[in-house]
């Protein structure tokens, strides 16, 4: 995507950042997209919204190896991200 558009075309959120802070992430967004600023109830409707898309409790856990795998295959592709994005989120350095 990076080659095709501007980085200040691109706003990209990591979902476990977004999960922390849903309001927050929503509100960067609008601003991004020169949306104006909802309203006190407005922001009480959206965030009152049901999930619909919630399947994580369904799974059981990553098998620890399955995970050092993952990390371990993806380490080099989020080294990349990372420094594109100038953000060390990228890394993933902060998950299990």
Do not use: C
């Not at 600023?37 to 190896?65: C, F, G, I």
């Not at 295959?73 to 993933?92: E, G, I, P, V």
């Amino acid at each position: 995507w990076l080659r095709v558009w501007p980085r200040d075309q691109l706003l990209i959120f990591r979902n476990e950042d977004y999960k922390v802070s849903q309001q927050d992430h929503m509100m960067a967004m609008f601003t991004f997209l020169g949306l104006r600023n909802l309203t006190t109830p407005e922001w009480a409707k959206v965030m009152d919204m049901p999930v619909r898309n919630k399947n994580s409790d369904k799974y059981l856990p990553m098998r620890q190896d399955t995970r050092e795998l993952l990390n371990a295959f993806y380490a080099t592709f989020n080294t990349k991200l990372a420094s594109q994005m100038q953000d060390s989120r990228f890394l993933w350095l902060d998950k299990a």
